[in-house]
């Protein structure tokens, strides 16, 4: 079965700095992966994914994600971070295979807090 | 350009009281999903519907039912609300094509069960 983990609660960065916020995927086959965010009292909006091809996915708002087949991780990264990027986050993974075809399963979520 | 649709926006309910959530989708999307959040536990497929007429159950169905009559609408129902169903419930819709179907969603629904 298809499942997919987002190791942390909370990330907290400065404004300026560098942002990581991880996952990892557990599927049988070649996984489609996703990064949606979602702001208060909104239903969530779609970043970036990948389906195949170049490892390094670029996406809305600046934010990239690298998929990493051996270590089963596709994080989300942004050079540079700003305020308006806290929300909360969600990767999500689909195996285009077989039953599970049509499911999109997604992490716990992930706060994004960006101080001044 | 309307997209995913979801009514009402919030309600509260009575323990054993039924309702239903309506969700509509402009886009012509094959699949659509109601998932439920809440605090923790990130978003959790309750069914989907891979087309007109078809459902199928998701992660945790239990006390809600759906049903696609017509392919731009999906309807949840709870028959006899309970209160571990105070929850966020979002709709939403994709196609399905090879090169992986992006999910488009609502702004949710806010139900709180008394």
């Known amino acids: 079965a298809q499942s997919v983990a987002q190791p942390e609660d909370q990330v907290n960065v400065a404004e300026g700095n560098p942002l990581t916020v991880k996952c990892t995927y557990s599927?049988?086959?070649?996984?489609?992966l996703f990064w949606y965010v979602q702001y208060p009292n909104r239903g969530l909006q779609f970043l970036l994914k990948?389906?195949?091809?170049?490892?390094l996915v670029k996406g809305s708002y600046g934010f990239e994600a690298e998929f990493n087949k051996s270590q089963t991780s596709f994080h989300l990264k942004k050079p540079s971070a700003l305020v308006s990027d806290s929300a909360l986050y969600f990767c999500a993974v689909r195996d285009p295979r077989g039953s599970s075809a049509s499911k999109i399963i997604f992490g716990s979520g992930t706060r994004l807090s960006i101080r001044p | 350009n309307a997209g995913v649709t979801q009514t009402p926006k919030f309600r509260v309910l009575k323990t054993g009281q039924s309702m239903t959530l309506l969700c509509a989708q402009d886009m012509n999307h094959e699949y659509m999903y109601w998932y439920r959040q809440d605090p923790g536990m990130g978003l959790r497929l309750i069914h989907y519907s891979v087309g007109e007429g078809t459902t199928a159950k998701g992660e945790v169905p239990d006390g809600y039912n759906v049903s696609r009559l017509k392919k731009q609408n999906f309807l949840l129902g709870l028959e006899s609300a309970a209160p571990s169903q105070t929850s966020v419930y979002f709709c939403?819709?994709?196609?399905?094509?090879?090169?992986?179907?992006?999910?488009?969603f609502g702004e949710g629904s806010w139900l709180t069960v008394v």
């Open positions: 939403a819709s994709s196609y399905q094509t090879a090169s992986g179907n992006t999910i488009y």
């Open positions: 599927v049988s086959g070649n996984p489609y």
């Open positions: 990948y389906i195949t091809g170049d490892n």
